[in-house]
């Protein structure tokens, strides 16, 4: 059966006037919405993974293992470790048998053993990856979080200690990765430290001391600290990141959301920008000659525009998420948000990169 519209009335025919407005109306409003969205934009939200079980608390820096294809991440508050799987983002497996309050991850041996700095009992566990066995446990001072891994030298640097041992100072452990023990320990006049990076070239190791408003310089020759830069304006920098190339030390600071731009060679400044408040990841890009940083305001990515010159090229909405991992042979980004106030649930989002 046909249906048909019925012909309006003469009294009630449309002014040509009046169409040609609705159009332009229709227009105005299609060429906002386009102008919105970025042309060529450099992430683009794929999908999200729902994590109805966990609600709340916030989640640490992400581990890829890219032979298994299995992403993992630390739920501080759940006391968990998500798996997921690659590059889809399937959540495969919610692990709690393995550690109290879950930081830093680290994975060694091929991904068959993943290491947990536990702020929640103060030590790091080794734990197996195929049966999620506990094998090892290594002592630390309390509440151990942020790390680096040297794979050149096989050492995992991860800071404990500080304020929660009522000390004004912190240490950097290093901890064999070869026999999973402790070799040695620097001292860092701070009461919390946050993220690491490693030049390589200068066998320098880099730690912001949060508390103090300052980045502490380590030769990891002499396993001394050397230098303290203390950089203006910055409040509570966490986020890190290091371009080799350039010779460039990025900086995060929580609170305002700035970007400081250090020439790591001497610790000065070259250049600020306004960036997401609480910033807790921070990639550099060397292809792309792109920054991600990500906070609980969002996604910024940032561009290098010229010699010295960042700019903003996107915002990305995050729900909130702040910790995030970029994996190029796979041309993904992974950020993971908690249930709360921009998100009705937990999930990790998954975005292509180009």
């Known amino acids: 059966m046909d249906f048909f519209l019925p012909r309006p009335s003469p009294d009630h025919q449309p002014k040509q006037t009046t169409i040609r407005l609705l159009a332009l109306a229709c227009c105005c409003v299609a060429s906002t919405a386009i102008a919105k969205i970025p042309l060529n934009a450099p992430l683009t939200v794929l999908s999200t993974t729902p994590l109805p079980q966990v609600t709340g608390g916030d989640f640490d820096h992400f581990a890829a293992d890219l032979s298994r294809a299995r992403l993992y991440v630390p739920a501080e508050k759940y006391r968990s470790i998500e798996v997921f799987q690659l590059p889809n983002g399937e959540h495969l497996a919610s692990v709690k048998t393995v550690a109290k309050s879950p930081h830093k991850i680290l994975l060694a041996n091929g991904g068959k053993k993943l290491l947990i700095a536990d702020a929640g009992d103060s030590n790091v566990r080794v734990v197996d990856t195929t049966s999620f066995r506990v094998d090892k446990v290594i002592p630390l001072e309390p509440e151990p979080d942020s790390g680096v891994a040297d794979r050149k030298s096989g050492i995992f640097y991860v800071g404990n200690g500080g304020a929660q041992s009522r000390r004004d100072s912190a240490y950097i452990s290093m901890i064999s990765l070869a026999n999973d023990a402790v070799v040695g320990r620097i001292d860092v006049p701070a009461g919390q430290l946050k993220a690491m990076v490693i030049d390589h070239a200068t066998q320098r ?83 792309h000659r792109r920054l991600y940083v990500t906070g609980a305001a969002g996604l910024d990515v940032v561009k290098e525009a010229g010699p010295d010159n960042y700019v903003i090229e996107q915002h990305v909405d995050t729900l909130g998420g702040k910790t995030s991992i970029y994996i190029p042979s796979l041309n993904r980004f992974y950020v993971v948000h908690t249930k709360g106030p921009q998100a009705a649930e937990a999930g990790l989002q998954v975005m292509s990169v180009r």
Do not use: C, Y
């Not at 380590?218 to 010779?247: E, Q, Y």
């Open 205 to 287: 190791l880099f730690v912001n001391m949060r508390d103090k408003n300052e980045v502490g310089v380590i030769d990891l020759n002499t396993r001394k600290l050397t230098n303290i830069w203390h950089v203006p304006g910055p409040g509570r920098n966490s986020a890190m990141a290091f371009d080799p190339k350039s010779g460039r030390l990025f900086i995060g600071s929580r609170n305002p959301g700035k970007l400081f731009v250090l020439d790591a060679s001497d610790g000065s400044v070259i250049q600020t920008l306004g960036i997401v408040n609480i910033s807790d990841d921070m990639t550099f890009d060397p292809q």
